[in-house]
């Protein structure tokens, strides 16, 4: 097996058509859930992803470490061309000085720059490119901070892209590095109303900004970015990365992946092998990470059978005593409160309605949804740094992601799934600490249903949160509330 670049994105394999059909068989993955996609149902597509191509021998440049462990389980030899293999010579040490060097601070403090931040670094400019799997709220934006700065400073005649998947994270991103002490004349953002073309070397964008632009855009980029590297497996996103041929610096970062193959290896392909920082239950031991407890709160319902998801779904967003368990929860709690619903007409309105025309008239209450700008959604986020004792009722598309409250109390899951990215990343909501908050609550709010042995759809949702709090070695307690009792104290 002859292994050589092809340019950024792809390798290329020089192999028989024996072992091309191998290859092609160890790295074809069936997508889940495939069946449900149109392209499936209307059988233009498998249902599955083919990593490396017969017809052009080409697999993306991250998989390296997997061609070779199938060469060695398998007895293959393989040549590598130098230029496939080239980590930097580099020292912990100096990489510990150039951010110290650097001097960023937070609400004009200088930060503390932890081991594994500094660890974290060494790693991405050693191996120049990976995927960074770090925890919300671990410290990933001074951390790319410190990587766009070294290369800021190495590439002189390219620039360097941020992804991010939203408007809301352009601008917390922007304003976190003029807050850790960069100028604005390095940096540009790129949303709807910003101008495409700049002169300014570190351009922050979301991807759907930019993904329809030809190839030829993306020449003058040297080094890429995406954070929230989860949400890359779509195929806009996998465009702009596979456009990107002469961009070697290639760093992903995420909190969690979803547990599936196929998504670790697409995203190893297009940034790099996965490198593991730290774990949250780390940062609560340490310190670094609010006090954790979550409380399952299960709701007892009457037996009832259902004929599909979404009819449950609905019985439950329209139940008058479960929002009304939620309203007295809310109204309840002490400190900032984040409600975190998934139909924004159907039940995040009537949520908000209910719980704002019963909260006492001096506590501020905030509505968040897809269709609120940029710049409203920033402005509750600030007006929320500031607050001891305020609302937010926010869909889990705006506000389960990358968002930073530093000063949040409470979360409630008043909507049931059972995603593992947004589960964590919307615990990560609450687990950042503040001058005055050392101990976050999350409500998950569950609902039995059962029909004589048949659990609820959202039932058994409730249980695969659970096993991811096991999984994450969380605290949590569980308990059963009968669906008449709508108060219950803590």
């Not at 950024?8 to 191998?22: I, T």
């Not at 620039?159 to 408007?167: A, D, Q």
């Not at 929320?384 to 992601?401: L, P």
Request: positive net charge.
């Amino acid at each position: 097996m002859q292994l050589s670049k092809h340019n950024e994105v792809y390798l290329k394999l020089d192999v028989d058509s024996g072992l091309s059909q191998e290859l092609s068989d160890y790295f074809t993955f069936e997508v889940p859930g495939a069946r449900f996609m149109p392209a499936y149902k209307k059988r233009i597509w498998d249902g599955k992803i083919r990593l490396f191509s017969r017809q052009t021998g080409k697999i993306y440049v991250g998989l390296l470490s997997y061609i070779k462990d199938y060469a060695t389980k398998n007895n293959i030899n393989i040549h590598i061309d130098e230029e496939v293999e080239n980590d930097r010579n580099i020292i912990r040490e100096d990489v510990r000085r150039f951010i110290k060097s650097l001097r960023p601070k937070s609400k004009g403090k200088e930060l503390e720059i932890r081991d594994y931040q500094i660890d974290a670094v060494f790693h991405a400019l050693r191996k120049h490119r990976c995927l960074l799997i770090s925890p919300t709220a671990s410290g990933k934006s001074l951390i790319i901070y410190s990587l766009i700065r070294f290369y800021n400073l190495l590439l002189k005649d390219k620039k360097i892209l941020i992804l991010v998947p939203t408007t809301s994270l352009v601008e917390q991103m922007y304003s976190d590095f003029i807050d850790y002490g960069w100028s604005d004349e390095h940096l540009h953002r790129i949303y709807s109303g910003h101008e495409k073309v700049t002169d300014k070397p570190v351009i922050i964008s979301t991807w759907q900004s930019l993904y329809k632009f030809p190839k030829s855009y993306f020449k003058d980029f040297g080094c890429v970015v995406g954070d929230e590297a989860h949400l890359f497996k779509s195929k806009s996103l996998t465009s702009i990365l596979t456009k990107l041929e002469d961009c070697k610096y290639r760093f992903g970062l995420t909190g969690t992946l979803d547990g599936t193959q196929t998504h670790k290896w697409v995203l190893e392909g297009l940034f790099g092998p996965t490198y593991k920082i730290i774990r949250t239950d780390e940062l609560m031991k340490k310190g670094y990470l609010s006090k954790l407890n979550i409380k399952v709160l299960t709701l007892k319902h009457p037996a009832r059978k259902f004929a599909n998801y979404e009819d449950e779904i609905q019985y439950l967003i329209t139940h008058t005593q479960r929002n009304n368990f939620i309203k007295n929860l809310t109204l309840d709690q002490k400190g900032n409160t984040l409600i975190l619903y998934t139909r924004v007409e159907s039940h995040g309105l009537p949520l908000f309605d209910l719980i704002n025309s019963n909260k006492e008239e001096n506590r501020k209450c905030f509505f968040v949804h897809g269709g609120v700008d940029t710049e409203d959604r920033e402005e509750v986020r600030t007006i929320t740094e500031k607050e001891d004792n305020a609302i937010i009722i926010a869909s889990y598309g705006t506000f389960s992601t990358g968002i930073n409250i530093k000063n949040l109390h409470n979360v409630i899951f008043a909507s049931p799934n059972k995603s593992k990215i947004r589960n964590l990343q919307s615990i990560g909501r609450v687990l950042r600490k503040g001058d005055n908050k050392i101990k976050a609550t999350l409500f998950d709010i569950a609902d039995d249903i059962t029909y004589g042995s048949s659990k609820n759809y959202t039932l058994n949702h409730m249980m695969e949160r659970v096993k991811i709090y096991n999984e994450e070695n969380f605290n949590y307690e569980m308990l059963t509330i009968p669906l008449k009792k709508c108060q219950i104290n803590f």
